[in-house]
Structure formats: structure tokens, C-alpha cells
């Protein structure tokens, strides 16, 4: 019996590991080769969609300029008030500065000294170059004239010669002079650099102003609103897809029921690194004056792609923690494909990646389709 338990316990054994080994090789079988899914596909498109998009704007006028004191004084007389409408070159406000009235009439009596004293040195010089050229025509006589007496006169001649050329330079610094306290005088005026309206007036009669202190607030504020200029932050996806003199409209919170329109004027073509968008102006017509320089705009800007691009649907697009990706269907093989988003169209996205027009994607994709998975298709 012995001898019979021996021999059949090795058969039973091997007849166990073998089956053993069949079901692990049926399951890494199994484990290599998923189950065939069926899933809905769609092809990639190819669009060039014009679209609107909405954007915050800002308000600002066609020129704005604060205006200080260059010379150092006190007021006399201020002419503006806040609101008040000037002109190109009106006056707004005089000032007071006795030091530098005082420097223009030391610079005027110098001026006219120096213009005294080259009169004097040029009638010298003409008057020893008169004596030398006599003595010249006399020296031709023998012994009428020494030679000593000669080379006198025209020393003399070129001694006045020189003083004339520096009483000349010392006029030019005079008059140089005298033009730069003029011009000073001039900076006692304050007076408007363009047409448009006092939005601040921050000083008083009889207030001490004038350059030097850092600190101190404009005597005016002028902006000219007639212009407004719609300033717009283009995010940095939208910086190519805003075509030359594009229109666009906008509203504003004062006058929430009308709708204003604009034109481009101008843009940055340069993105701003604290926020990556492009800036660009918009030119608004307020020759009305219904808005305001300073109010904010809700813009609503057409976008337009250069040239067109791929869109697929929304649920073809998975977003994992790896990559973004669609699945492209190859031989009824699944295949991930990495791409890049861009705008929203309705059900449809934009992206950027290894795809080509008419290509057949999973329409509703998921991590759960793995790559290499056979599938089989049903078209929607």
C-alpha cells in the first residue's frame, strides 16, 4: 500500500501545479487584454468661429496733465475753479515772486553795460587801426616813421582787436542770460496747454507754491474729455485674435441702458508681465459728454482666429493629473493623443496638438479607455 500512496502522490502534485499555472496564465491573459469596449466617436473639425467675448474696460480721457509751479512764488490771483471750461493758453492763475523780478532787472542792466562797454572798445580798435594803417602808408618814405613806432601801433591795433572779440562773447553770455530770467518771468503765468475742463484745483490766493518740494499737490488738474480713450486688458489667449480697427461695444453702470460704440485706435503689441495681457485703446466719441473719464466698461470685443484651428467636442477632452488628452481611434486600437486647450465654442473646444481634420476621437473619453485598448465604434 505504501508503495502505491508513493507513487500516485507525485501524479496528483504535478496534475495540481499545472492546473495552477493555467488559471495565473489565464489571468495575466486576461489582465493584458482588456475587454473590448464600444464607445461613440466623432471627427475633429476644422473652424475659424468668430466669437465675443466680454471684458472689463476703463475710461480715460484724451489728455490729462497736472500742472505745477517751475518757479517759486506766492499766488495772486487764481482765475479757474473746478469744472471750469478753459482754452488753449487761457491764464489760470498768476503769481508773485519779487526775486525774480528783481534777477531780470540786474540781468537787463548788464546786458545793457556790456553792450555799452563793447561800443566803447570797438571805437578804440577802430581808431588804432586807422593810426596803423597811416603810419603803413607814411613808413613808405624813408625815415618818415621808425620801425619801433610801427610795430606799436599795430600791437596796439590787435590788443583792441582782441578786447572787441571779448566784449562780444560777454554780450552773448548777457544776453543768454537775460532771455533765461525773461523766460522765468514767463513761468509767473500759469496758463492752460490745451482746451478741456479743471477737474482739481488744489490751491488758494495768497498760498506759497513752487518746484522743490516733492510732496506737494498739482495747482490744477486738466483733462480734455471730448475723446475718451476705452482701455482694455486683452488676456494673453485672445492677444492675436483681435483684428485691425475692430468694433466694439460697451456698456457702462451710469447709463446701464444704452449701448456706446468704438473703434480700435491702438495697442500695446507687447504683453504686460504682471498680468500677461495686452493693452489696447479704443477711441470713444463724448463730444455729448455722457460719460465720464474714470467710469468702467463692460466690453463686449469680437475674436477671430488668424488662420483656422481643430475643435472637438467638450467630453472628448480628458484632463488628468499627467496630461490633457483625446483619444484617437487607429485600427480600432485606442491611441492618447496630448494636446493643449484654447477657446470654448458652444459644445465644442479648441486644441492644439498631434490631430488632423476628420480624424475619429472618442466623443465622451475617460481615463478608463486605456492606451492600446481594442475598440468598436459606433458613429454619432
Request: proline share 4%; charged share 25%; net charge positive.
Amino acid at each position: 500500500m505504501k508503495p502505491l500512496l508513493k507513487l500516485v502522490w507525485p501524479v496528483v502534485a504535478a496534475a495540481g501545479m499545472a492546473a495552477c499555472t493555467s488559471a495565473a496564465s489565464e489571468e495575466k491573459k486576461t489582465a493584458k487584454e482588456p475587454a473590448i469596449q464600444q464607445v461613440a466617436v466623432a471627427e475633429v473639425q476644422t473652424m475659424r468661429p468668430r466669437q465675443e467675448v466680454m471684458l472689463p474696460g476703463e475710461l480715460k480721457p484724451w489728455n490729462r496733465v497736472s500742472l505745477y509751479a517751475k518757479v517759486k512764488g506766492f499766488i495772486r490771483d487764481v482765475r479757474v475753479d473746478r469744472g471750469s471750461s478753459v482754452r488753449k493758453g487761457q491764464v489760470l492763475a498768476l503769481l508773485d515772486a519779487p526775486e525774480v523780478l528783481s534777477e531780470l532787472s540786474t540781468a537787463q542792466a548788464q546786458l545793457q553795460a556790456q553792450e555799452a562797454a563793447l561800443q566803447e572798445q570797438t571805437a578804440r580798435f577802430r581808431a588804432s587801426r586807422l593810426t596803423y594803417n597811416r603810419l603803413l602808408q607814411t613808413s613808405k618814405v624813408e625815415g618818415a616813421v621808425s620801425l619801433h613806432e610801427l610795430d606799436q601801433a599795430q600791437a596796439k591795433m590787435l590788443a583792441d582787436s582782441a578786447t572787441v572779440a571779448v566784449a562780444t562773447g560777454t554780450i552773448q553770455a548777457g544776453r543768454s542770460n537775460y532771455q533765461t530770467k525773461k523766460e522765468l518771468r514767463q513761468y509767473l503765468t500759469i496758463t492752460a496747454p490745451f482746451d478741456g475742463v479743471i477737474t482739481e484745483r488744489n490751491v488758494s490766493a495768497g498760498a506759497l507754491v513752487g518746484a522743490g518740494d516733492s510732496n506737494s499737490k498739482p495747482l490744477f488738474v486738466l483733462e480734455d474729455s471730448r475723446t475718451l480713450r476705452l482701455t482694455v486688458a486683452i488676456p494673453e489667449a485672445f492677444a492675436n485674435q483681435l483684428a485691425s480697427k475692430s468694433a466694439v461695444t460697451f456698456t457702462v453702470n451710469a447709463i446701464p441702458e444704452q449701448r456706446f460704440n468704438a473703434r480700435l485706435a491702438r495697442s500695446a503689441q507687447s504683453l504686460v508681465e504682471a498680468n500677461r495681457s495686452m493693452l489696447a485703446e479704443f477711441d470713444v466719441d463724448n463730444k455729448a459728454n455722457q460719460l465720464k473719464s474714470g467710469m468702467y466698461a463692460e466690453v463686449k470685443m469680437p475674436m477671430e482666429r488668424t488662420a483656422s484651428t481643430l475643435f472637438v467636442p467638450k467630453t472628448a477632452v480628458v484632463s488628468s493629473s499627467e496630461k490633457t488628452f483625446v483619444i484617437r481611434v487607429n485600427n480600432n486600437k485606442a491611441e492618447w493623443v496630448s494636446v493643449e486647450k484654447g477657446n470654448t465654442l458652444d459644445s465644442l473646444v479648441e486644441v492644439f496638438g498631434g490631430l488632423r481634420t476628420g480624424e475619429p476621437i472618442v466623443k465622451i473619453a475617460s481615463e478608463e479607455i486605456r492606451d492600446g485598448q481594442t475598440l468598436t465604434t459606433t458613429k454619432q
